[in-house]
């Protein structure tokens, strides 16, 4: 049987995945509503308290175990969250961490550096979404960060958490964007070539060619049609005479004539003009001028 490698066993005392397992180095077993990871010889190394809300773990300093076992809880998302009763024991809580945030456990003052960085390039945003902070149990944006006298005030919606310079703090930090994450632009795709004609095969010996009959020739184009004869009057006789579509109209006594015929002419003569007989004209007489 292939004994449990250390890491494989840090996992599972933090997961609460096991609660009683063993290899030559750790141990896991319960004790009294909690799980205790022990080391050689009976060392306790960590307490599990899962009954708790929210869940907590808390990890004794200065062992040989203690960074591993810092990076296995970060991973699980269970956060530093101070020291306990015992100055030698540290507190941990699991905080569920967003998407698209890391966790940073350091110096208080490395947060204001963090935070001041940020904030020069958020530009006229009122608060800053790149770093979160733990207050009352929930992650909330920093507002502002005021230091007096190495004391840090970190101002945010839900009150203000005071640090020390030197204090440990937990905070999430806006994990940068991947290449896959970047915004893609629709392009069109690129513009083909137009397809060049191919050449025709030469025909084959003993083909006989299809003959392609001629084209027909275009129809000739329509011939002008001549303007329809139009009526002269003379101006001078414009009260009385006026042509209008070919016809000749003539004011008289008894109402006005229509002369109609072809190539009529108006005008004034010494004596009385007299219709052709080539030329046959109609004479009709109408009650008023049309308008």
Partial sequence: ?????????????????????????????????ARQLLGRKGA?????????????????????????????????????????????????????????????YAAARQLWKQWWLHSSRRGNRPLQLDLLVL??????????????????YVDTLRGENVYHGDDLVAWLEKEPCEEGDKTCFWAPPPAQAAPTPTAKPPLAV????????????????????AP?????????????????????????????????????KAYKSLRQAAIAPDRPATVAIVGQRPR
């Fill in 228 to 264: 329809a004869p139009q009526a002269s009057v003379d101006p001078t006789l414009a009260p009385v005479v006026y042509a209008l579509d070919g016809k000749v109209y003539i004011q008289t006594a008894v109402g006005v004539v229509v002369v109609e015929g072809k190539e009529l």
């Fill in 135 to 152: 207050a009352s149990g929930q992650w909330y944006p920093i507002r502002d960060i005021a230091i007096n006298s190495g004391t840090l």
């Fill in 44 to 104: 306790l190394l960590a307490i599990a308290y899962d009954a708790s809300t929210p869940p907590c773990i808390e990890v004794r300093r200065h062992t040989d175990y203690t960074d591993v076992l810092h990076q296995v809880l970060v991973d699980h998302h269970f956060l530093p969250i101070g020291q306990g009763l015992d100055s030698q024991v540290l507190c941990y809580a699991h905080h569920p961490i967003p998407q698209g945030y890391r966790v940073n």
């Fill in 206 to 225: 003993g083909t006989v060619p299809v003959r392609v009959p001629a084209p027909a020739p275009p129809p000739p184009p329509p011939m002008p049609v």
């Fill in 1 to 33: 049987m292939t004994s449990l490698d250390d890491l494989t066993l840090l996992q599972w005392f933090v997961s609460g995945d096991a609660t009683l397992e063993a290899n030559q180095s750790l141990r896991i077993q319960p004790a009294n509503k």
